[in-house]
């Protein structure tokens, strides 16, 4: 399947070379995977990537002596899948990738007993995502670089699509699937503007000076931090303007209604991280930008904190509103 996006709304001509090579992406069916008596070194969570090449009933004990298999750092599990990645602790990543893995897998007919590392299982948006698969159970495992684990049969959803990317199908059934676990609406706002702290990294500086803009404009100012994940889920469901400076709280756009608008504040010079940008055109929704200065050119777009131009801001503003 060919996926053929459009460009952004507010596009410039000047700024093709930020889109470019996500215009045209070949989209997969998820893939899945079954193998038998895997050797799992899962420290770090590295599962995913040495199951991705696994074939049926291979036989792998990677590094690992025939001596040392009776060992009592081995633990042994029956029957499992491995659905997490070292990326998986974040909001977006888990939401985008986790849950569709998890919808595929809830297909199968198995029972299955599913793993979860300490670190994501006490993730407030993991347990609760996982409290909504009836027919899967979950258990918290400690995970070192010491302890292996040799799994009987081992399931692996392999959704064939580069992170940053998705299958408009699978990402909207994941969407749906989360939408109505929610019933109530948190929030009556109809324009939402995700608040970044700038202690937490990738806020905005000169974010008072933008606040009276905000309001000008009819914006509801929301730390989605402070939020539950039902409570993020609720407050998008009234939504039909979602704008933010580039980050997890952008996924959110997961649960606006069908053909929304989103605004990503997004680094000037950042043409790699395209992730909501293809978000927004897997689920359908109407995309702008704005382009912004970074405090510190030398960093990453992650690790750094934005400054919005007033002018511009207000221009793009007045272009989603209209």
Known sequence: MQLHRKLPVNFVAADYHLFAHELNIEAHEPELITASFVYADLYWYYATIGLSSLKQSQLLYSKM?????????IKYCKKTALVFDIWSTNFFHWMTEVVPKLQHLATIGENLIIYIPEPIFRQSFAKFTLSLFANISFRAISINHITKFIIQKAYFCNLKMQSGNYHPEIIKGAALFLKTSVQQNYLSAKRVF????????????????????????????????????EEQIASMQNCEILAGVHGAGLTNMMFL????????????D?????????????????????????????????????????????????????
């Open 194 to 229: 995700i608040y970044r702290d700038i202690l937490d990294g990738r806020g905005i500086e000169n974010f008072n000076e933008i606040i009276p803009l905000l309001d000008q404009y009819g914006f509801h100012i929301v730390d989605l931090g402070k939020l539950t994940t």
């Open 65 to 73: 002596k025939w001596r040392r298999i009776f060992s009592p750092k």
């Open 257 to 268: 209604p069908s053909g929304a608008k989103v605004l990503e504040l997004r680094r000037h």
């Open 270 to 322: 950042d043409n790699l991280n395209n992730c909501y940008f293809s978000l927004a055109s897997a689920l359908g929704h109407n995309y702008y930008y704005l382009l912004c200065n970074v405090n510190d050119e030398s960093l990453p777009t992650q690790q750094n904190s934005f400054f919005v131009d007033e002018f511009a801001f207000e221009k793009a503003i007045i272009t989603v509103v209209n």
